[in-house]
């Protein structure tokens, strides 16, 4: 089945710092890579997603890009603030989720 | 405001004991899923639903079972608890239009955290 990898596991960058999350999978069918945020006590959430006939998709500060060669894809967040701090899920192929990276934005 | 609306926030529940979790969607979505979360391992899919009484093992189905006798409601059974299924457990729906993914857009319950005794 799919695997995928995320990395890094834990982030610290300060407020106004680009914070980047990189994700590796192994099924090269894979042809939907969403990003997910998880805030304390909650559910994940849907921040962004692409297909993979694109290579890049940006939604204001935050922006995905997709390198299917390599079978990687990329969480590119920008001007950082203190409510960017949560956790943060990379997803490919049907269920398939990488274990998380906890992102802390220090003011 | 749509939603996925898990039954119970905390749970507690004795070894051996029959569980089951509820979850409903207000938004007529055709799949729902059912996840654990643990520390350092992510979410791991355990079943997922694509229509009525239908079901499909996710990765890790063992020692649990799931039930979709209405569109809205799946619900997920622990049919003997055991002190591993200690987690997190999310449940999430999405609708496919056209040959989109079943697994696209998810949109999450806020969880249920069971603990077994």
């Known amino acids: 089945g799919e695997n995928v990898e995320q990395h890094p596991s834990t982030l610290s960058v300060q407020e106004g710092d680009s914070a980047v999350i990189k994700c590796t999978y192994s099924?090269?069918?894979?042809?939907?890579f969403p990003w997910y945020k998880q805030e304390l006590g909650k559910g994940p959430q849907l921040i962004i997603d692409i297909r993979s006939n694109v290579g890049e998709k940006k939604d204001q500060r935050i922006a995905v890009t997709l390198n299917k060669t390599a079978k990687h894809f990329s969480l590119h967040i920008t001007e950082t603030q203190p409510e960017d701090s949560a956790v943060y899920f990379c997803a490919a192929s049907i269920g398939t989720f990488g274990k998380g990276t906890k992102l802390s934005v220090i003011p | 405001d749509v939603k996925v609306t898990q039954s119970s926030r905390y749970l507690v529940k004795r070894t051996g004991e029959k569980v089951f979790l509820e979850c409903v969607q207000d938004m007529d979505h055709e799949n729902m899923f059912w996840y654990r979360q643990d520390p350092g391992l992510g979410l791991r899919l355990i079943y997922f639903?694509?229509?009525?009484?239908?079901?499909e093992k996710g990765d890790i189905p063992e020692g649990y079972s799931v039930s979709r006798e209405k569109k809205e409601r799946f619900s997920l059974i622990l049919e003997s608890a055991s002190t591993n299924q200690t987690s997190m457990y999310l449940c999430a729906s999405s609708f496919t239009p056209g040959m989109a993914s079943t697994n696209e857009k998810l949109l999450f319950g806020s969880g249920t955290q069971l603990s077994v005794l």
């Open positions: 099924d090269s069918a894979s042809n939907y």
């Open positions: 639903s694509y229509d009525v009484k239908m079901k």
